[in-house]
């Protein structure tokens, strides 16, 4: 009975390591089974970390100003106080892109009142002052509005801007310059009108001589739309205008821009520094910040 019942346990025994999960070989004999494990490598330090995240960020970064948005800084005061001498831009460079619109995609095309910041087609009439290091063509960007589109004619009479023989609805307000890189001092501001989207700043002496009736002599560096010749804007081009008319060498001067020269719409202030105070403290940053131009829409 003892040894029956020994004989019964050692053949369970066998067939339950028949079904164990040896590899065996073609002969019958075992072999190791082996399996493929990735190696671990070296532990990620803390350094490696950061600069792995640094090298996204860098790359994030230029993406998003090669196609999205960029940075800009207004040198001059021809856009004053639209705009004024030491604004610091975002410029989206995404709403105008070439190429086919997507509804759902914040694109359009370039509409007369918007203003866009675009790269300076040089002025053929003065040659001399494209060699100036600061107004080199094709390579500084000029911010300007757009007053004519592509087939527009457009002509400048005093105070007055007509596109198509139809005058613009433009918000007339006298201002006078006292400092190069300050805002103008507003001298008068009469209500804006209903259909008046933006303002224009002129000095007393051309609002003085428009309102006698007297003949507006346009500047002697104007050469298009002036003088009683209108100029016809060609196809892909635009013609444009300083908000600050009387100190602003844009269209009138040099001429049209043309499309491919367009780098974007400006869209706000993100920091703005008064250049017309001294830098004569390591808090100059601070005190010279206008805080309340930070986050100005640009309209």
Do not use: C
Not at 23 to 46: F, H, I, L, Q, Y
Not at 78 to 105: C, E, W, Y
Not at 180 to 186: H, S
Not at 237 to 257: E, H, K
Request: charged share 25%; glycine share 8%.
């Amino acid at each position: 009975m003892n040894e029956s019942a020994i004989a019964t346990e050692e053949k369970t025994t066998e067939k339950a390591e028949a079904f164990t999960s040896r590899s065996v070989k073609a002969n019958g004999r075992e072999s190791e089974a082996k399996v493929d494990v990735e190696p671990a490598g070296p532990p990620r330090s803390v350094i490696r970390e950061y600069f792995e995240s640094a090298v996204v960020t860098v790359i994030m970064a230029l993406f998003g100003m090669t196609f999205i948005v960029q940075a800009v800084k207004v040198p001059t005061g021809s856009m004053q106080n639209t705009i004024v001498v030491g604004d610091h831009l975002l410029v989206n460079k995404f709403i105008f892109a070439p190429g086919p619109r997507f509804p759902v995609l914040p694109q359009r095309e370039i509409n007369r009142g918007d203003i866009i910041v675009f790269k300076y087609p040089g002025n053929p009439f003065a040659p001399d002052r494209d060699r100036q290091e600061d107004n080199i063509p094709y390579k500084v960007n000029y911010v300007k509005r757009v007053i004519g589109l592509p087939g527009d004619t457009v002509e400048v009479k005093g105070l007055r801007v007509l596109v198509n023989g139809q005058p613009l609805p433009e918000h007339v307000i006298v201002a006078r310059n006292v400092n190069e890189k300050a805002p103008l001092e507003i001298i008068e501001d009469t209500p804006r009108q209903g259909n008046e989207l933006y303002d224009v700043y002129y000095f007393p002496e051309t609002v003085g001589a428009a309102r006698q009736g007297q003949d507006v002599t346009a500047s002697r560096d104007f050469n298009f739309a002036v003088n009683g010749k209108a100029a016809k804007v060609p196809a892909n081009s635009y013609f444009v205008m300083g908000d600050d008319r009387d100190n602003s060498l844009d269209s009138r001067a040099w001429g049209f821009v043309p499309r491919e020269l367009v780098i974007g719409r400006a869209m706000f202030v993100y920091w703005s520094y008064d250049e017309t105070k001294p830098f004569d403290s390591p808090f100059a940053f601070f005190t010279n910040t206008r805080w309340g131009r930070t986050g100005t829409m640009v309209k």
